[in-house]
């Protein structure tokens, strides 16, 4: 079936570390997204990429760099410059940004700091 | 900031119609209305979006205000498994989605 890996599930990262967040997508889709959602909270978006190699600023970007060399993997990398990266981490995907295109999602990643 | 308002949190009872208010009243001409629900530790689910007319599909049906300010996702038949935070989002072509906190539904046994 079609949908989104994210790996892994669960994460530590130690103070001073980078961390990188695994996002593939078998959808075919042109679209992505990373997102943070702190607890009781919406989410929150960090990057997108509308196309292979080209991506752009969310809301929130700083601490956080990402890269899109293949169209199925959209992988976020949490720098030490995040001051505060514990958090649930969302990756998601869409055929394009049109606005009547419904986003698809993983099933996340919690990243904790040790 | 979010641009739709939804009440924080919702009950309803086991088999009953649950109707979820969402207003928008900033909405342009091209936004969509998208509605998403997230249920604990899992990533959000696509459940319906529209733009001007009523939409039904497997999961829910939307009704949109024939001005389109406020908008109601209805769940015909409330089951345990609806339990979710529900999100309704504005979405306009290539721009950013803002999700807010949504409603948190609870379903009574």
């Known amino acids: 079936d079609g949908g989104i890996t994210q790996s892994p599930k669960y994460l530590f990262r130690k103070e001073g570390q980078n961390v990188t967040l695994s996002c593939e997508q078998n959808?075919?889709?042109?679209?992505m997204y990373w997102y943070r959602q702190d607890p009781g909270q919406g989410l929150r978006l960090i990057y997108y990429?509308?196309?292979?190699?080209?991506?752009q600023k969310g809301d929130i970007a700083e601490g956080y760099s990402v890269s899109r060399e293949k169209k199925e993997s959209f992988p976020l990398t949490v720098t030490s410059a995040q001051k505060n990266p514990t958090a649930f981490y969302l990756c998601?995907?869409?055929?394009?940004?049109?606005?009547?295109?419904?986003?698809?999602f993983g099933d996340g990643t919690r990243l904790s700091i040790l | 900031d979010a641009k739709t308002t939804q009440p924080n949190s919702m009950e309803s009872n086991e088999e009953e119609p649950v109707h979820l208010p969402c207003n928008h009243s900033?909405?342009?001409?091209?936004?969509?209305i998208h509605w998403y629900r997230q249920l604990p530790s899992q990533g959000p689910e696509y459940v319906i979006h529209g733009l001007t007319s009523n939409v039904n599909n497997r999961m829910a049906s939307l009704a949109i205000a024939e001005d389109r300010k406020s908008s109601t996702l209805i769940l015909h038949r409330a089951t345990l498994r609806d339990a979710a935070v529900y999100y309704c989002?504005?979405?306009?072509?290539?721009?950013?989605?803002?999700f807010g906190p949504g409603t948190s539904l609870s379903v009574i046994p």
């Open positions: 900033t909405i342009s001409g091209t936004d969509y």
């Open positions: 998601a995907s869409s055929w394009g940004l049109d606005s009547n295109q419904p986003q698809h």
């Open positions: 989002i504005l979405k306009t072509s290539y721009d950013k989605v803002i």
């Open positions: 959808l075919n889709h042109d679209a």
């Open positions: 990429s509308q196309i292979v190699n080209d991506f």
